[in-house]
């Protein structure tokens, strides 16, 4: 169904690449206006200078409360309101596959940008809404906050902390016609896992290692296929229209059926790993 955002005024954060960018294209397409916000400034303004007139960038940190005070007044001065507030922008920190050797370096700042990030924008957009007749607050999780699993200590712990805060606030807001959902994502095609797992392989390498790691992955889903920005997109297009308008609360699993279990011809990691490396 197109022209399902018809009206609406969005903004996405980390709208600069990856998923961010892919549902930004899509509410676009669905008829919104859209505010793109990233720390990322080069790639944030070409995009949105690409998307033309109906798109706009701000630099925003999100772990800055006063630049997403700033991103909310600029959206409404901007485009006349806000509608829409995709909550997206995240980092995962160093991976270190045993809790012994973490020295938790990246905590303060992984914890700003996932949780209180997620914890500002809500409250910035809500805050406007609250006046204005309500509207849709969307939190990206992910798989990592729901299943546990080592090695990205702090931020599996922030995602879960996004989970929950999503649903207090849930409560809170329906008051004023204010929905509260989240998307708990895995598998999605973009920098984000080559930028944390990637690290320590030469460069000409890293797309045979990641091509590995993608197989390993989708062998430990139901749905054998690359996810993609674009189904993250769909289910923020149903939470951001009105065709969710009696859901709030709720938490969205776009993960292959990760969560439902593993297939019983998973390979184990090291396996996979090992079998990636040049001879
Ligand atoms: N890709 C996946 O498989 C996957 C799985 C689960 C959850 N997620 C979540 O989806 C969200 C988007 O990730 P992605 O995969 O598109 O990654 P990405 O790295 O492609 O995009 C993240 C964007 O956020 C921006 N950003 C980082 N810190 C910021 C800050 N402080 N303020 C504003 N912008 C900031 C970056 O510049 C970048 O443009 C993240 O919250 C991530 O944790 C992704």
Redesign the pocket.
């Known amino acids: 169904m197109p022209d399902e955002l018809t009206g609406k005024v969005a903004i996405v954060?980390?709208?600069?690449?990856?998923?961010?960018?892919g549902t930004a294209q899509r509410f676009l397409t669905e008829g919104a206006r859209v505010v793109i916000?990233?720390?990322?400034r080069e790639?944030?303004a070409a995009f949105a200078a690409d998307c033309g007139p109906n798109a706009a960038f701000k630099h925003?940190?999100?772990?800055d409360a006063e630049q997403v005070r700033e991103l909310v007044a600029f959206t409404v001065q901007r485009f006349g309101g806000l509608h829409i507030m995709l909550n997206?922008?995240?980092?995962?920190g160093a991976r270190h596959p045993r809790l012994l050797d973490e020295d938790f370096s990246d905590f303060q700042r992984i914890m700003a940008?996932?949780l209180l990030?997620v914890m500002l924008g809500t409250r910035e957009a809500a805050r406007h809404m609250a006046g204005h007749g309500g509207g849709s607050i969307i939190n990206?999780?992910?798989?990592?906050g729901i299943q546990p699993a080592p090695g990205l200590w702090t931020?599996h712990t922030s995602?879960a902390s996004v989970i929950m805060f999503t649903k207090c606030a849930a409560i809170d807001l329906g008051e004023y016609a204010i929905r509260v959902n989240c998307i708990?994502?895995?598998?999605?095609?973009?920098?984000?896992?080559s930028?944390v797992l990637a690290v320590h392989v030469p460069e000409q390498e890293k797309a045979q290692f990641m091509s590995a790691v993608r197989k390993f992955i989708m062998s430990r889903q139901p749905l054998r296929r690359q996810?993609t920005?674009d189904d993250i997109a769909e289910a923020a297009v149903y939470f951001g229209s009105d065709r969710s308008s009696y859901v709030s609360g709720t938490v969205l699993p776009v993960d292959g059926g990760m969560l439902a279990g593993t297939p019983a011809t998973s390979n184990s990691f090291e396996d996979i790993v090992k079998r990636a490396k040049p001879a």
Not at 140 to 144: A, R
Not at 184 to 193: D, K, W, Y
């Open positions: 954060t980390g709208g600069a690449s990856g998923i961010g960018r916000a990233d720390v990322d790639r944030g925003t940190d999100v772990a997206n922008a995240g980092i995962s940008v996932n990030g990206i999780s992910s798989v990592g931020y995602k708990a994502p895995a598998n999605i095609e973009t920098p984000i896992l930028s996810g920005t």
